[in-house]
């Protein structure tokens, strides 16, 4: 049999449809099926057995592979555009330079494909398998990257302004020089495409950025056990705060005690302005407070609930660290908690914070021997 790109198109569109493609596949295992550069715009090739066939500079615009069978096959500059090739197998196949904007990839599987220089902007990619995946210098722009399983992909260079990353896994990919400004704009890089986005937003949603700098100047963090009756001081201090202008960020302890909790109570507390620590009732409040008061110059005011005990290891970090304030304040009751806060509690704590403010911006000190 001629092995010819004109009678393998005919084959493949032919009259007698896929079963007679997937006889003369079966017949002919050893035949590459030369598809190159052919006209398939639109067509419907799902559940098509098409491994190894050479597709390269063919027109599949629009065209309805779903489901196929593309393992191997070279893709290379083929116009893919708003395809759908959801649930397709493209394992080890060649997409170098491909145009897949805008196309349907739910859920198909690059596994190590070459899609180095492909263009997947506005492409759907959840759940999509790009294990070991080549994307160097790949459109990602405007992509859905859903539950994507990037690990060890390569995306050094990938486009990805305005891509949409969510729960990707990304183990040992390679992550490098990706651009996530727009064509237009002056070129910024990150090397990470989960904080790409991030970093985008502050850069150009000016409501963002005022969200953040108003928790870095206004953010107050309430450490403590809060429970039954211990509630209402949590509220009040909550009320005092609002009032005065701060927005309270509250983190109760009353949380199982197998719980390690100090990665979460170490980025609130590196939000804040001042740490407001209730030290009554201590279960991990302590714990905690050690973890986090040696690493971060901010004030922690100590607070704690008249005929309580204090742990005896918070004297230690007192002396140690003097952004732990001195002395514990004290109170007989919620109301008189309140009464004093400003001047007890604010005060001080705002006093601190530009004392550390100044000391952390302060030139460096010389002295010429």
């Not at 000391?359 to 002295?367: A, G, K, M, S, Y």
Request: with cysteine; glycine share 6%.
């Amino acid at each position: 049999m001629v092995d010819d790109a004109e009678h393998h198109i005919d084959l493949l569109l032919g009259e007698k449809g896929p079963r007679a493609w997937d006889e003369w596949r079966r017949e002919n295992p050893n035949i590459r099926p030369n598809l190159r550069g052919a006209y398939l715009e639109g067509k419907d090739l799902t559940y098509m057995d098409l491994r190894d066939a050479n597709f390269r500079s063919a027109n599949l615009r629009g065209a309805k592979l779903w489901n196929a069978n593309l393992n191997r096959a070279d893709l290379s500059e083929a116009q893919l555009m708003d395809a759908d090739l959801g649930h397709v197998t493209l394992r080890e196949a060649n997409l170098k330079n491909a145009r897949l904007n805008g196309a349907t990839l739910r859920k198909t599987d690059f596994y190590k494909a070459d899609l180095s220089g492909a263009d997947l902007s506005g492409s759907n990619l959840e759940m999509a398998i790009l294990m070991r995946a080549n994307l160097r210098f790949a459109n990602l722009c405007s992509a859905i990257l859903v539950e994507t399983d990037l690990r060890g992909a390569d995306l050094t260079g990938c486009h990805v302004h305005g891509v949409s990353a969510w729960g990707v896994d990304l183990k040992g990919a390679k992550q490098q020089d990706l651009v996530i400004t727009h064509a237009l704009e002056p070129q910024i890089t990150i090397d990470n495409i989960e904080v790409a986005q991030f970093v985008y937003l502050l850069l150009h949603n000016e409501k963002i950025r005022d969200v953040i700098d108003t928790i870095g100047r206004k953010g107050v963090l309430l450490l403590g056990r809060f429970t039954e009756g211990r509630i209402e001081i949590l509220e009040q201090l909550r009320k005092k705060l609002r009032r005065l202008g701060y927005v309270p960020m509250v983190f109760n302890f009353d949380k199982p005690e197998t719980k390690d909790f100090t990665e979460t109570v170490r980025l609130l507390a590196n939000l804040s302005r001042f740490v407001i620590v209730d030290i009554t009732k201590p279960r991990s409040t302590p714990l905690e407070l050690q973890a986090i008061a040696p690493d971060y110059m901010i004030p922690f005011v100590p607070i704690l609930e008249e005929g309580q005990p204090s742990f005896s290891m918070f004297v230690d970090l007192q002396n140690k660290y003097d952004w732990v304030l001195k002395p514990v304040i004290i109170y007989p009751s919620v109301s008189r908690l309140i009464d004093v806060f400003e001047d007890r509690i604010v005060r001080p704590a705002e006093t601190k914070f530009n004392e550390l403010l100044t000391r952390r911006t302060e030139q460096l000190r010389v002295e010429k021997v």
